[in-house]
Each structure stands twice: as C-alpha cells, then as structure tokens.
C-alpha cells in the first residue's frame, strides 16, 4: 500500500483585466521590485491567461490562480476563486452631483 503526496501548486494573486475570450482570462500580477543600485522599489507586473471554465470572473475581480498542467499554448494557469473586486479608485467620487460647494 503506497500513500501518495498531493503536489503543491504555484499560486498567484492578482486582477482580472480582459474577459473577452472563452475560457479564458488575462490576469495581471503585479509585484515589488528592488533596484540594484539604488535601492528603489517599483512595480513590475505580468499579464497571464489563465483558464476559466464557466466564464464566472469578469474585469476588475481580484482573483486566485493555481500552475496547472498546459491547457493550450499560453494557458499554464487556472483560476480557482474570486477573492473580491478591485474598484477603480481614479474615477472615486468624480460624478457630477458628488461635488458640492458653497456659493455666495
């Protein structure tokens, strides 16, 4: 009797940022990166196409992934769960009727 071991997958975390394919979502990981010389922390990120079965995760979904075994050319990844929505924080509060001052 052999107990076989589950294999650990990569996972990642990041947003959704195109749902126009079937089964299939681009999902952009985004990470810190320090400069060498000086010392800097920028952000680098990385788009993925990752699989998605039922077409349920849309644009701006903040999104798990797991390494899978290939799925296609470019599809490596599948996303497992929908961790919450990422709200476009530049557009917050700039509708017409938000903005109230006070005239004399």
Do not use: C
């Not at 990041?14 to 952000?43: A, E, F, N």
């Not at 990120?45 to 039922?54: N, P, R, T, V, W």
């Amino acid at each position: 009797m052999e107990i076989q071991k589950e294999a650990k997958h990569r996972t990642l975390t990041g947003v959704v940022v195109s749902d126009k394919m079937s089964k299939t979502v681009v999902v952009r990981v985004d990470r810190l990166k320090q400069h060498p010389k000086y010392k800097r922390r920028y952000r680098v990120s990385k788009k993925y196409k990752a699989h998605d079965e039922k077409g349920e995760f849309h644009v701006g979904d903040k999104v798990r992934m797991e390494e899978v075994r290939p799925i296609s050319r470019d599809k490596r990844w599948q996303v497992k769960e929908k961790l919450g929505s990422e709200k476009n924080m530049s557009t917050a509060g700039t509708a017409s009727g938000d903005v109230s001052e006070n005239v004399s």
